[in-house]
């Protein structure tokens, strides 16, 4: 059978489209200036305790505009780099931005200052809108790079007074804030302070509005291009699938853990979620799971945004499993491979099924979902409407039903290249079709199962790690001669990386390279174990052969069972 004509009937049985679903307005702004404009007293986002409406978030964005449009001098198609936690503060700055047709530049926190040189010089960022706590190592790193204004926040800057003045003090009493000193910093609560005024922009769907920058075989990230057009595809497939549900999801509640700088995060709380006048409950750190359940339970949230890491620990907290699940409908999961086990669990405990999905930031991001009282679970369900898919195998041969080899897909969600790189757009979209570097086999029912990665990409929690950018900084040590990183099974975090070191100095310890590392990569990217070898499996021409070492480390954890 085709696996076209498997996706056909999929379609049919669930009750999606086959065509591209039409966009929900001409531009991702106008998304949220609907909502303004019918919702304006509904909650929008809640965190730390507050709720903004949509109203409210729109007074501040027009603030931040008028202040980076008037003041700072930026202009449409200028980079702004958000470096923040899930705060309020996030999307007042990406509001702000779309109103003047600026290109956010999502900027992970935990990025080390060489991290943080390479995406800002990259990209060409002219601010930066950083946490304060971040602030050092963002300060490292401007030095080289073309960065001509910093605006500083702190977590309390939004809350409302007296609980601000009362945190603040608190805060100071402990000293806990770093004190920040610069001819360009400004602090983002004077941003605020001028009139709301500035000279929109409108926009065309061949627009860039994002710069997503993602790792490569090569190394050095890339940053995807992500087009208002490509944005609208894919919010318009995804409501198609959600739409199903046989009740409204209207003002619907979101728990929102995942980091709005990924695509996943930011395109459901910038797209999706605006689009039904949903409420957004921003998680600043889901790894503190204590506070992570103390924040929800006020809410009867009706949406759950996770991955298999976050549920395996909620489900492991025993306040969580005495939360109301009552309004819980939709549970999505993406990022990682959602562990069966854990799915059941889930289902168990909230009694909701979970719909796992699969996409990558080159496709904006959705590219396949388990529609909602279809899901297979194990799967990473069918293709999202007016998406072609085809599994091909290393000699480019398309395979039927069953097949297994490189899924590659063709639709209007596909990125519109990489940032300055012409070459490496041309190899990752062939003809029209983006290949994705996943090998995949797809069902009789037209559902896709992820068999392996074909890139050695290491999924840590969610988070993409690429083991030639990890290799590289690390030979970059003095006592290291040769090195080899690997992704290694991990119970909570799906994969951790290993790294396999030959040393150039005999007295080089696992210590020293983990604290090495700790100083020159974020800090999910750090190995967490580390093994030393006289030598590396290599090809004749010295390339170091990864796939022998993964077979060696399966091959030993089959021996320790």
Known sequence: MLI???VIRARKTVGMSAEQPAFP??????????????????????CLGQTLSYGEIDQLSRRLASYL?????????????????????YPVAVIAAMKLGLVVVNTNPMYSARELVHQLSDS?????????????TLSKALPQTEVENVIVTRPIDLLKQPKQAVLSAIMKSLGKRPKIRGSN?????????????????SSSLDDICALQYTGGTTGASKGVKLTQAGLLSNIAQALDVISA?????????????????????YSLCFGMLPAIRGHSVLIPDPRNIPLFVSAIKKFDFDIFCGLNSLFVALLNNKDFQKLNFNHLKITLSGGMALMKSVADDWQKVTGCIVSEGYGMTESSPVISMNPLGFQKIGTAGIPVSGTDIKVVDDQGIEQLVDGIGELCIRGGQVMAGYWKQPEQTAETIVEGWLHTGDIVSVDKDGYISIVDRL?????????????????QVLTGHPSVAQCAAIGVADAKAGEVVKMFVVKADKSLTQDEVIEFCSQNMAGYKVPKQVEFREELPTTNVGKVLRKDLKAEELAGQGKDE
Request: aromatic fraction near 10%; charge should be negative; proline fraction near 6%.
């Open 124 to 136: 060409g960022v002219k601010v930066v809108i950083v946490l304060d706590q971040f602030y050092e």
């Open 455 to 471: 890139k050695d990409m290491i999924i840590v929690s969610g988070f993409n790690v690429y083991p030639n950018e990890l290799e």
């Open 69 to 89: 449009q008037k003041t700072l001098k930026l202009k449409a198609g200028d980079r702004i780099a958000i470096q923040l936690p899930n705060l309020i503060q």
């Open 25 to 46: 307005a001409s531009s991702i702004l106008q998304i949220w200036t609907q909502a303004v404009s019918d919702s304006s007293a509904k909650p929008a986002f809640s």
């Open 185 to 201: 910093v400004i602090d983002f609560k004077d941003t605020l302070l001028v009139g709301g005024s500035y000279s929109p922009y």
């Open 4 to 6: 076209s004509d498997a």
């Open 245 to 265: 549900s046989p009740e409204s999801l209207k003002y619907s509640v979101a728990v929102a853990p995942l980091p709005l700088y990924h695509i996943y995060a």
